[in-house]
């Protein structure tokens, strides 16, 4: 039977929450979730320590035809870097931080996933 868009995004909530909870846990703090603009939306922004991070949460069931993490590809790391820079702009606050990007790797049951965290997955530089 196939998911109807509130499974799918309930599933993606709570993908996202278990994600978060992980960061928080390993010490980071939330500074927004779902922060989206015209080009995009970032999951995920962060702190760890003065490093602004954000954050892409990809969730697959089933890992065999490649995990989340192998989907954020030059063409997905381009659209969030463009996504951070309008976050950039909109809080300026932040805008002298050093940043990085790190992506979250979800699989299985999405109410309790298995998490893989990828801290510094890629540079803005090289996508």
């Given at each position: 039977?196939?998911?109807?868009?509130?499974?799918?995004?309930?599933?993606?909530?709570?993908?996202?929450?278990a994600a978060c909870?992980?960061?928080?846990?390993?010490?980071?703090?939330?500074?927004a979730s779902n922060?989206?603009?015209?080009?995009?939306?970032?999951?995920?922004?962060?702190?760890?320590?003065?490093?602004?991070?954000?954050?892409?949460?990809?969730?697959?069931?089933?890992?065999?035809?490649?995990?989340?993490?192998?989907?954020?590809?030059?063409?997905?790391?381009?659209?969030?870097?463009r996504a951070a820079?309008?976050?950039?702009?909109?809080?300026?606050?932040?805008?002298?931080?050093?940043?990085?990007?790190?992506?979250?790797?979800?699989?299985?049951?999405?109410?309790?996933?298995?998490?893989?965290?990828?801290?510094?997955?890629?540079?803005?530089?090289?996508?």
């Amino acid at each position: 039977m196939a998911a109807t868009v509130a499974d799918t995004r309930r599933r993606g909530a709570a993908v996202e929450a278990a994600a978060c909870a992980r960061l928080c846990r390993a010490g980071l703090r939330e500074v927004a979730s779902n922060a989206g603009s015209r080009v995009g939306e970032i999951d995920l922004v962060m702190l760890d320590g003065e490093t602004l991070v954000f954050v892409e949460v990809r969730y697959r069931r089933d890992s065999r035809f490649g995990g989340g993490a192998a989907s954020v590809d030059v063409h997905k790391q381009r659209k969030l870097v463009r996504a951070a820079q309008v976050f950039l702009s909109r809080h300026p606050r932040h805008a002298n931080r050093p940043c990085r990007f790190d992506v979250v790797d979800a699989s299985g049951d999405p109410d309790a996933p298995r998490l893989e965290w990828m801290r510094d997955a890629f540079r803005a530089d090289d996508a």
